[in-house]
C-alpha cells in the first residue's frame, strides 16, 4: 500500500478548488449573462401585455362609440326624412342601413 502525502493532498485539494471555481465563474456568468436577460423581459412582457390589454379596451370602447354615432346619425338622418327632405338624405339612410348589414353579417 502506498502512503499518501502532503503534497498530493493539496495538490487534489488544488485540483478541486480549481474545478470549483471554473463551475462558479460559469453559473455567474450565465446567471448574469441569460438569467438576468430572461428576468428582465419577463418583467418587459408583463408590462407590455398591460398595454396590450389596455389598447382592446379602448379599441372595444371606440367601436362601441362609433356604432352609437353612427346610429345617432341614422336617426337624424330619418328624422330630415319624414320632414321631407329627400334625395342625398335618401341616400345616406341606404348606404348607412346597407353598411350595418353587411357588418352584422361578418
Known sequence: MEN??????VAVIGIISTIAGFFVAIYKFIKKVVLDKIEKNTVDIKILQ?????IESEIKDGK???????????ACLKGLKEQGCN????????????????????
Open 64 to 74: 362601441e362609440e362609433r356604432l352609437i354615432l353612427l346610429k345617432g346619425q341614422l
Open 87 to 106: 334625395g342625398p338624405v335618401t341616400k345616406a339612410i341606404e348606404d348607412i342601413e346597407q353598411y350595418i348589414l353587411t357588418k352584422s353579417h361578418e
Open 50 to 54: 398591460g398595454k396590450v390589454d389596455m
Open 4 to 9: 499518501v502525502t502532503i503534497g498530493q493532498i
